[in-house]
């Protein structure tokens, strides 16, 4: 499939899932939470096909499929009442505003947690049945003149620690390495039986990523073993696929930490049209890659919502933390002026993130170089 079709095509069917995931985190807890859902939309704007079930809840895909959400009776964003009149005995007893707070932080807090707990489903199954790629923590050749000689590792060394995480796989010394560019990283390693500490600066390296831009990553300078696909059991598939997703978590987190350290480029920042060519770029490399992809993505997906913002789950959650340690609930006016600032962070990141994607395609650095 190519063209705009093929980005487009595997862009929905990589995100629509995670979507749906997310929202149904907040519908399953607010079900049991005795709060009545009247809307459950994937997608923004004019509804396109939907139904509604036994209990009332609209289930719908909207116009805009990127993102989606979940209505429920007696929310809002400033109060228990949305437009102040009186509810009555059995509204109050299904509406969100109207449940305890430990009860609404749960709701919240329910959309990322599936998308968690999706990617760890994801990491599973593909453990369980293509394997998990597998390459032995230890050294089998140090590049002369690498971050690597210059540290003193020596062949046959086993990495023990990297960054202060400890390692399984070479995978993951590649992995840590890679968001370490020029920046010191202590390292642990066994040496014949003797934990020798040591430090390394990764040499920086630019790359293209494959989609029209460049990544900055650090480089050691080290080779490892043959990789190989380890199969695991269901129950070993799910502690690796916890494990897997732990590490990604660590990882996003360290690189957004990075962003707003300046220590790597906001230009990394994507939005849909990069998610999209991830998701296309994937689809040609494979059914695994493309939901390693996936996964990866639920991950930030959850990840990115918990980000303190309002608008954001974050942010829903900033301001119940408030609640719980004040006894009472941030005052009208302050609600409202943090909507409208998340609101405009929120509209600059998208923004600024869909810059980023379009900088990136390939006509339009042409034109640009037409013109400088």
Do not use: C
């Not at 719908?60 to 009555?88: C, H, N, R, W």
């Not at 390693?189 to 990764?202: I, K, N, Q, S, Y």
């Not at 690796?240 to 230009?267: D, N, P, Y």
């Not at 994937?282 to 608008?311: E, H, K, Q, R």
């Amino acid at each position: 499939m190519g063209g705009l079709l093929g980005p487009i095509f595997w862009g929905l069917v990589v995100l629509t899932p995670l979507v749906f995931v997310h929202e149904f985190g907040h519908y399953w807890f607010a079900r049991r939470a005795g709060v009545r859902v009247e809307v459950f939309s994937v997608g923004f704007g004019r509804e396109l096909f939907g139904y509604t079930d036994r209990a009332g809840t609209r289930w719908k895909f909207s116009l805009i499929p990127f993102g989606g959400y979940v209505k429920m009776f007696g929310q809002s964003d400033l109060g228990p009442d949305d437009d102040g009149a009186e509810m009555t005995a059995a509204e109050r007893a299904v509406a969100f505003h109207h449940k305890k707070l430990s009860q609404k932080t749960a709701i919240v807090a329910a959309g990322p947690l599936a998308n968690i707990i999706f990617a760890i489903g994801i990491f599973t199954i593909l453990f369980a049945t293509a394997g998990q790629p597998f390459t032995p923590a230890k050294v089998s050749e140090v590049i002369p003149g690498s971050a690597a000689e210059t540290a003193g590792l020596q062949p046959g060394d086993e990495f023990l620690e990297v960054a202060g995480r400890t390692i399984a796989r070479f995978e993951e010394v590649q992995q840590l390495i890679r968001l370490h560019p020029g920046i010191p990283v202590d390292i642990v390693v066994d040496r014949e039986g003797r934990e020798l500490d040591l430090v390394a600066t990764p040499q920086v390296s630019v790359l293209p990523d494959g989609l029209g831009d460049e990544a900055r990553i650090g480089v050691l300078g080290v080779r490892g073993l043959e990789r190989a696909f380890e199969r695991h059991s269901v129950p070993a598939a799910a502690w690796q696929g916890m494990r897997e997703t732990v590490r990604l978590v660590s990882v996003t987190v360290t690189a957004i930490g990075q962003m707003f350290g300046g220590e790597r480029s906001a230009k990394e920042l994507g939005g849909p049209v990069r998610i999209a060519q991830m998701s296309d770029s994937a689809a040609d490399a494979g059914v695994s890659t493309l939901v390693m992809i996936a996964a990866f993505l639920s991950i930030n997906l959850g990840l990115i919502n918990l980000l303190p913002i309002p608008l954001l789950d974050g942010g829903h959650l900033l301001f119940y933390a408030y609640e719980a340690t004040f006894r009472r609930p941030p005052g009208r006016w302050a609600q409202e002026f943090g909507m409208k600032i998340g609101l405009v962070f929120v509209i600059g990141l998208m923004l600024f993130a869909t810059f980023n994607d379009i900088a990136r395609l390939s006509f339009v650095q042409r034109l640009v170089t037409l013109f400088t």
